[in-house]
């Protein structure tokens, strides 16, 4: 379920006056603009920058991007991007950084569903020149870089149906793959990223009954390297996204200095999606409830947004 | 420019009924089935499927299949179905026999546009059930499978920029990665799956500029193993398809026996495309008329059908 509140009714063209006037003139109503935006789901959001720009001949988030800053900023220009765009974005951030953000690329491909994840990738080539495959291949290298571009690249097959014959096949392959250290990347990566979902996910399953402990767990069990870890984030993202993301807001809160990439991420592309089922997830985990940890952790505009986002305002 | 000769206008019920009586009864007309079908392009061919269907509660491509035999059989099934579903089939039968039949899918991927490639992977999916890439990866290995999964996968970037510094740039990678006979299997499997097809036909040039050779006759100075075959017929598929087509053709029909599944294949998904324009090239490189050459090989219906997508009944 989502956390965000969003009347039903709303006019653009209002919102885009009021969105005005908290930008014009010295200084901003950072209140206004949240109360706005941070109540407004992804297709009003579209229409009040178009009003926004019929109305005053200038780009809302251009505009918003010179009168905000710091994380502040960078979680309102993420949140008010339509949902592709916004995946093409942090994508684009992430390949540009690869070798330590690698997981949001993982993320991106594992967790939107085939169609989804076009879509993501026509904003890509729409926004960059480019097709992510090419950016992510140009990025990164190795083993890390066949396993990323296979899951950037697959048109996953979205069907219901499972193979119980190959996942078990596939689970012992994956077994092999892990057990013998040398690890054998090839048939790793052409498992994860060729299979569809619902099949690798009855996969995993046959990896527990067959060997009493699940895949992920065994995973950590090694020394991780950047492949190990990729791939296990996207084991994570297939199986059960929304205990991934409470385990990223979990990282991204406990650090010493907390993730803000990390929260912002989480916050606003889940607002619309499932983020209180993640709440709840993070409340059972942790006995804290996730708005007083990040109440704890941030501060000011930044803290009252993404408060909002998560219906608490 | 194509070979086909369709009517602009006809009734897709009279086709039904005239093809529902070349089919009837004992014995099949040929000649008729030939001359409806062969001169209708595709969506002509499925409003007479439509029709067939709901005249007679009956699958044309089945009956046709159960009347009709050996390659004439094979090229009518492949001719009479959509295009997207018959690259589906062609991609299906290749990857069934990929230790072989390889080629057929490097061509696929690097002939077809982007989107046209994604829809022959929607119709793979409708067909069986799977991903083009999830079979491609399940039955090859090695470099081959990384390659041909690489170019079955990729969403490429469709724009026609070119990046200048690039082509020389990759230009160097890929006459590195060729002259030194380890062949960096990597490198080369980055450039042509990920980048866009302009921007691979300004590296071959810039190639061809640097080197005073063209990378395809490099490559086949080496010693070619199944990896460089198909790096070769990548290259040439991504810069010329239709020299590429010529040569498929004048192989097929040069060869001891006839390649017909080769001819089937260049016929039936050229014929409503540039076929015209490979029956130059071919006339061009062998100083003999196509149509002599096919007349001369094949036989009976197979070889009316042939003829007839050539435009020469």
Redesign the interface.
Known sequence: MATLIAPSDHSPQEDAEALRDAVKGWGTDEKAVIAILCHRDAYQRQLIREAYQDLYEEDLIKRLESELSGDFESAMYRWILEPAERYALLANVAIRNASKDYHVIVEISCVLDPEEL?VV?RAY?NRY??????DV??HT??HL??LL??LV???????D?INARLAKNEADILHEAIKDKKHNH?EVI?VL????KTQLVATFNRYRDEHGISITKKLLDEESDDFLKAVHVAIRCINDHKKYYEKVLRNAIKRVGTDEDGLTRVFVTRAEKDLKDIEELYYKRNSVHLEDAVAKEISGDYKRMLLTLLGKH
């Open positions: 076009l990738k080539q020149k480019h097709s992510l495959e090419e291949a140009a290298s190795g870089r066949q571009v296979g690249s697959t048109f996953r097959y979205g069907g149906e090839e052409r990223s060729t299979r569809s």
